[in-house]
């Protein structure tokens, strides 16, 4: 793709956002579950900013659970009324301009990850299968897809602070593959102090920094002729020691603005004490909201635990056979969390398949790829007319709704394991090539 020509297709996707920001106010897409969660929720922060002002916690009662810096800093945009068509579009074009700087990311990431398989290829031993396979700029195509997905688009226009949450994952992977390791770690830690479960980034950023960004395995690399990079410490230290600066950051910046309503304590327990006992079951695209609303008491402290170690359970497996693809190990640790949180939204999902794009050569013989795609599609449809058949209407009930949620988490599943699948095929199709030249 021609740079004018991407620059075309991201001008259009802009002023697409525009056209939709313009009429949001009639859309009401901020009321949605599958769009605002009571983390992203622009409504429940402004709920917690007047809170806030009237000398109570902004913690106070069950409506908002997100961050104090996330307070600070939109809450004083919302000092108007929320509903007016001035404020939509306001606050529409800051998650249109941070879903923009995300696609710019997306797209260095790429080039990157184009540029590390580009030295592989100048081997002389090397098959033909990787020089013909670059088919399409990654890096494009990623960019494109995050700023043209529906869900991205909803994202935005319904007043949600995921695009927030998901420029902190993006540049926490950019700065770890461009070796800006501040950057790398302020993204991590504000990305993790927004929404907890980004803190399993860890495990990729570490291998980013300590071995470049993705690439064939050792194996390969020994058939081809190529020294592999050993792993190295140095960056991961001073990853460590930037990510403790931030932190500390964080959280003093945070005891001061709840110094008066309980400090650190109070944020802990209503912010990431809220997201592991899911106290909140309105609701949402996930699966958990319907579960424990329905398992006895007796047991929910059992399954809360269950739930909550289901993600670390998958991390270190998937480190050790992932390995050598970093970045995309990323994108399989956010797409188990969108999966298994208590929250999910359709921002969630727009993070994700922009992650994945970035593999798109890999992946080009994915299976079942046009089954995966109807089934977004259905899904999207489907949601709404559940929730309206419920809630409004009156003709149905929560297994209605909730059949569209576990559709959807079953979509993901089959994505995720198909990806890993097409990935490890593709690494054992050039190392069978290397073998026979």
Request: aromatic share 16%; with cysteine.
């Amino acid at each position: 793709m021609t740079t004018r020509r991407y620059w075309n297709w991201v001008t259009f996707a802009l002023l697409f956002r525009l056209i939709f920001i313009t009429f949001s106010g009639n859309l009401k897409l901020d009321r949605r579950p599958e769009v605002a969660t009571p983390l992203t929720s622009l409504r429940r922060l402004a709920e917690g900013y007047w809170l806030k002002k009237l000398d109570m916690s902004p913690y106070s009662g069950s409506m908002y659970h997100g961050s104090p810096l996330l307070l600070a800093t939109l809450g004083p945009l919302t000092a108007s009324r929320i509903e007016s068509r001035s404020n939509y579009i306001f606050f529409g074009l800051i998650f249109m301009i941070a879903d923009f700087v995300s696609a710019l990311l997306l797209r260095s990431i790429g080039q990157k990850l184009e540029f590390v398989c580009a030295q592989f290829s100048r081997s002389t031993k090397l098959s033909k299968l990787l020089q013909t396979s670059r088919n399409v700029d990654a890096g494009d195509v990623a960019s494109l897809i995050f700023l043209w997905n529906p869900m991205g688009i909803l994202a935005s226009v319904g007043l949600s602070t995921s695009p927030i949450d998901n420029l902190m994952v993006i540049i926490s992977l950019y700065g770890a593959c461009s070796g800006l390791i501040p950057l790398s770690a302020f993204g991590w830690v504000m990305a993790s102090h927004l929404s907890l479960y980004p803190v399993i980034l860890l495990v990729p950023l570490i291998l980013l920094l300590g071995r470049g960004p993705d690439s064939p395995p050792k194996k390969l690399h020994l058939l081809s002729g190529l020294q592999f990079r050993p792993f190295s410490w140095h960056p991961v230290w001073k990853f460590a020691i930037w990510s403790f600066i931030w932190y500390s950051y964080v959280l003093a910046l945070s005891s001061i603005s709840l110094s008066k309503f309980g400090g650190l304590q109070e944020m802990f327990k209503k912010t990431y004490g809220f997201i592991l006992s899911v106290e909140d079951l309105s609701p949402n695209i996930g699966l958990q909201w319907y579960f424990f609303a329905e398992v006895f008491e007796f047991f929910r402290s059992f399954f809360l635990i269950v739930f909550n170690i289901s993600i670390l359970f998958m991390v270190l497996p998937l480190a050790i056979r992932l390995n050598h693809r970093p970045c995309f190990l990323g994108f399989v640790y956010v797409a188990i969390a969108s999966m298994l949180k208590p929250y999910p939204s359709v921002g969630d999902s727009a993070l994700c398949l922009g992650l994945l794009a970035l593999f798109v050569n890999e992946l080009e013989e994915l299976r079942f790829s046009f089954f995966i795609f109807c089934g977004y599609v259905g899904v999207s449809f489907l949601s709404p007319v559940m929730h309206n058949l419920w809630i409004w209407r009156g003709t149905g009930n929560a297994n209605f709704y909730f059949a569209t949620g576990i559709g959807f988490a079953c979509l993901q599943t089959l994505l995720v394991v198909e990806s890993v699948n097409g990935i490890l095929n593709h690494d054992r199709a050039v190392r069978k090539q290397l073998s026979a030249g």
